[in-house]
């Protein structure tokens, strides 16, 4: 039986006049990549019902873009069907839903159809768009982020400047805690130099191999030793929790490295 862990992280919000009245907890789906635990994913529904989170927030990969292979959306569809009539759910796409969408031509309507869908069971898509959010007496902007193609490619050491993220997201100048869903977790320096308080990623798989002291050891864009690999990390007051994903495509592979779901706890 496919099997995930559950990894919790207890963040400090160090906002005085925005502190929640209790711990806001949120849940992060990350690179599920259409896998299924139990039948439609009943067990991974049954995990965040007993979490019981303020919040859930996917930051992408949760569907695989093949152009010889049908995506299968149906069970990805129907976990956020499940999770959406409990709690706000917030989505920002990865690569994989960024390749279908740009690229219709090669992949169908496959992305229209899923954003559709998802739309209308009352998901919160954020393409490059931004929503406030309150829990517990505290205010959360959250930001969705989508990487331009270039920054997902096999070798790739592109580097993602602040006006750049100020074209796509504008500036974060509202009052509140800022919330940015961005797949890639390599650019967190520019993440937090743009005034992400806290950014939610996935897409390294933990780095698939995983050696004790070094963690993990390889990037999808074939980085030796990836930095942000998994886990919880910060640049002076800007945090970044990477989850190492729930689930596996191509190459799927992971050694001492299981599936995670991930819990954020604002305090």
Known sequence: MRKFKIATYKIKTMQKNNSPSRPVRIVVLADLHCTVYGENNIRLIQAVYKINPDIVMVVGDMLVSKPDKPTDMDSTVFLLKALVKKYPVYYSNGNHEYRMKI?????GDVYERFQKEIRSIGVVLLENERCLCKAAGMKMIIHGYELDKRFFKRFS?????????????????????????????????????????????????????????????????????PKYDKGLFHIGRHQLVVSAGLGSHSIKLRFHNPTE?????LQ
């Open 103 to 107: 690229y219709p031509q090669i992949y």
């Open 157 to 225: 050491r592109e580097k993602l400047g602040v006006e750049e993220m100020n074209q796509a997201l504008g500036r974060p100048d509202e009052k509140g805690y800022h919330i940015l869903l961005a797949h890639n977790p390599v650019f967190f320096k520019t993440y937090a130099g743009w005034g992400a308080d806290l950014t939610l990623s996935g897409h390294l798989h933990g780095g698939m191999i995983r050696l004790p002291l070094l963690g993990g050891i390889i990037s999808p864009q074939v980085q030796i030793f």
């Open 261 to 265: 779901l991930v819990v954020v706890e």
